[in-house]
C-alpha cells in the first residue's frame, strides 16, 4: 500500500534512492556505490538529531548502519517503499546502541518520525570513533583477503581466486560471511 | 576507516542479489522442517494404525487442514516480519479465522451433546500428551526456521520468534494429526492449539536473543 508522503521533497528523495538501489541489487556496482554515498548523508541527520547526548557515536552508528543495509539488502522487497526499510534497519540499530548506552533512554522513542528518514541531509562526516579498519584487519585470511583484493584492486572474483589460491566459491563466501563477522565484531565492541 | 572508504569497499563487493531469497530460504527451512517432522513422527510415534480408513472421515481432514491453514498464514507472516519495516498487517486475520472457526464448530458439537458427554468431547484419552507431541514434532521446523530468519533481519525479533514458532507448531499439529485418534472439534480447539501455542510462546522469548543481526 503506498503512503501519501507529507512531504514532497521526501518522496523525491524516496524515488531516486529506490531506483539506485534497484540498479544496484541487480548488480550495477555504481549505481549501488551512488546509492551508499548518498544514504550516508541521510542516515548522519537522521542519527544526529536522535543522538545529541552522544555526538561522536553518530558517524559509527552511520558505518554501523550501512553495512548493515549491505549485508541484509536481499531483504528488501522491490514493490516496498524505500523509506520503512531503511528507517527500519536504522532505528533497529539506533536501539541496539541506545540499549548498550543506557537502557532507560530506548524507551523515549519518537512514533512518528519514519518518514523523516529523508528529510535531514547531513554531509559533514565527522571521525568515527571506532576504526573499521582494524575491525576488518583482525578478520581471518579467508575473510579478509577477498574483501580487501576485490575493493583495492577492483579485481574480479576469478582473479582474486587465482591470486590467493582459494577457490571462486570460498571468495564469494569469504566476502559475505566476512562482511556480515565485521558487522557481529562491531556488536562485540559496543 | 572514514565513512568514504567503507562506502567504495561495499560498493566493491556486491554481487546481484537473488530477488526470492527471502522466500528461498524460509521455502527451504519449511521443506526440512517437515521432513524432520515426518521422521520424528515416525521414530517416536508411528502413525495411527486406521490411517487407511481416514481419508473418507472428514474429522481426519479437518484434522489436517486447521494446521495447514495456519501454516499458511503463518509463512506469511514470517516472511512479512523477516524483512525491516513490513508489518504483518492483514495476517492476523488469516490467523484468527481458522481459530475461530474450529472454535464455532467446538462449540456447536458441545452444544449438541448432553453435559454427562461433554469432558469426554474436551478431553478426549490423550489430552495430557497432545501438546508435548505436537511441540515435539515442531522442534524440526523450529530449528530450521530460526536458522533461515538468523540469515534475514526482522525487526522486531520476539514477534518474528513467536511467528516461526507458531509456523512450526502448525508443521508439528500436521503431522501429529496422522498419529492422534482423537476425532473430535473441542479436542482440536483446546488441545492442537495448545500445542501450537508452546513453540509460538518458545520462539517470542527465544527471537530476541537468538535472531539478532
Known amino acids: ?190 | 576507516m572514514n565513512t568514504d572508504e567503507l562506502v567504495s569497499l561495499l560498493a566493491a563487493n556486491a554481487a546481484p542479489v537473488d530477488r526470492h531469497a527471502v522466500s528461498r530460504r524460509l521455502g527451504l527451512a519449511l521443506a526440512w522442517g517437515s521432513l524432520g517432522a515426518a521422521l520424528l513422527l515416525a521414530l517416536a510415534f508411528g502413525v495411527r494404525a486406521d490411517l487407511g480408513q481416514m481419508p473418507l472421515v472428514p474429522m481426519f481432514w479437518l484434522k489436517l487442514a486447521f494446521p495447514a491453514c495456519l501454516a499458511a498464514a503463518g509463512l506469511v507472516a514470517v516472511a512479512r516480519l523477516s524483512r525491516p519495516g513490513m508489518r504483518p498487517g492483514g495476517v492476523w486475520a488469516g490467523l484468527g479465522l481458522p481459530v475461530l472457526l474450529v472454535w464455532l464448530m467446538a462449540g456447536q458439537a458441545l452444544v449438541n451433546a448432553t453435559p454427562a458427554q461433554r469432558p469426554a468431547l474436551v478431553f478426549g484419552t490423550t489430552w495430557a500428551s497432545c501438546p508435548f507431541g505436537i511441540a515435539l514434532l515442531s522442534v524440526p521446523a523450529f530449528v530450521a526456521l530460526f536458522w533461515a530468519m538468523k540469515g534475514l533481519a526482522p525487526t522486531r525479533p520476539a514477534l518474528a520468534g513467536a511467528g516461526a514458532g507458531l509456523l512450526a507448531g502448525a508443521v508439528g499439529a500436521f503431522a501429529y494429526a496422522f498419529h492422534c485418534t482423537e476425532m473430535t472439534a473441542p479436542f482440536l480447539a483446546v488441545w492442537y492449539l495448545a500445542g501450537m501455542a508452546l513453540p509460538a510462546m518458545a520462539g517470542a522469548l527465544l527471537g530476541p536473543r537468538l535472531l539478532r543481526w
Open chain 1, 1 to 190: 500500500m503506498e503512503r501519501i508522503p507529507r512531504d514532497s521533497r521526501n518522496a523525491d528523495n524516496e524515488l531516486r534512492l529506490k531506483k539506485l538501489l534497484l540498479q544496484g541489487l541487480d548488480g550495477d556496482a555504481t549505481a549501488y556505490h551512488a546509492f551508499l554515498k548518498e544514504l550516508s548523508p541521510y542516515l548522519r541527520g537522521f542519527f544526529r538529531r536522535r543522538l545529541f547526548q552522544w555526538p561522536d557515536e553518530v558517524e559509527d552508528l552511520v558505518q554501523e548502519t550501512l553495512l548493515a543495509v549491505h549485508n541484509q539488502r536481499h531483504t528488501y522487497r522491490m514493490d516496498q517503499p524505500l523509506t520503512p526499510w531503511v528507517h527500519a534497519i536504522a532505528r533497529y540499530k539506533l536501539m541496539d546502541l541506545l540499549r548498550a548506552r543506557m537502557s532507560h533512554e530506548a524507551l523515549n522513542d519518537p512514533l512518528d518520525d519514519e518518514l523523516e528518514v529523508f528529510g535531514v541531509s547531513d554531509a559533514d562526516a565527522a571521525d568515527a570513533r571506532r576504526d573499521l579498519g582494524r575491525l576488518l584487519a583482525r578478520l581471518p585470511d579467508r575473510q579478509r583477503l577477498p574483501i580487501v583484493h576485490v575493493k583495492l584492486e577492483g579485481l574480479s572474483v576469478v582473479e582474486v581466486a587465482q591470486m590467493t589460491g582459494m577457490s571462486e566459491s570460498a571468495v564469494k563466501i569469504g566476502v559475505h560471511r566476512g562482511l556480515k563477522a565485521l558487522a557481529a565484531r562491531i556488536k562485540g565492541s559496543l
